[in-house]
């Protein structure tokens, strides 16, 4: 990827078009090259969710993530209501090694801190967690299976 091609946002998804362009970067990577069923990708969380999207120069949705918290998502942060969920996590295949994971972590750290909370968990995929370590998260707990892909529980205070 070029130095210009490397270019991009992160911001909260507003509007149809964005959660769509967020629904679509999930589809890819989950659904398509991972191998998710649809209805364990699309848990029907989405609704209560903050999106967080990344955009490249020419308006291309590069990835997504979201968070969780409140109520809502009491079953995944032991029901600390300071505490957030940050989950679908996806970066397309072009994108991927540019920043972009990171940025969108970032992202959604921000809108945890502004919504009040205190920390943010999530369920790495288990290649996936030295990604979240240098970003400051912490494994916890015992491997386990999401989607029948091995994950482990990770914690970082904000």
Same mark, same amino acid.
């Given at each position: 990827m070029s130095d210009a091609a490397a270019v991009y946002a992160? @911001? $909260? +998804?507003? &509007? %149809? +078009?964005?959660? +769509? /362009?967020?629904?679509?970067? @999930?589809?890819?990577?989950?659904?398509?090259?991972? *191998?998710? %069923?649809?209805?364990?990708?699309?848990? *029907?969380?989405? &609704?209560? /969710?903050?999106?967080?999207? /990344?955009? &490249? /120069?020419d308006g291309s949705a590069l990835g997504t993530g979201r968070l969780l918290y409140g109520p809502g998502a009491a079953d995944v942060t032991g029901g600390d %209501? *300071?505490?957030? +969920? $940050? &989950?679908? $996590?996806?970066v397309t295949r072009a994108a991927r090694g540019t920043g972009v994971g990171a940025a969108l972590v970032r992202g959604i750290e921000d809108a945890a801190r502004a919504a009040g909370l205190t920390a943010v968990d999530l369920h790495a995929q288990t290649h996936a967690t030295g990604f979240y370590e240098r970003l400051g998260y912490a494994a916890y707990g015992e491997e386990f299976l999401d989607a029948g892909i091995p994950h482990r529980s990770m914690r970082r205070a904000l």
């Open positions: 992160v @911001r $909260l +998804a507003e &509007g %149809p +078009a964005d959660l +769509a /362009a967020c629904f679509a970067v @999930r589809k890819d990577v989950f659904v398509a090259e991972q *191998g998710v %069923p649809e209805d364990l990708e699309y848990d *029907g969380r989405d &609704g209560d /969710a903050l999106q967080v999207l /990344a955009v &490249g /120069a %209501p *300071g505490t957030g +969920a $940050l &989950g679908r $996590l996806a």
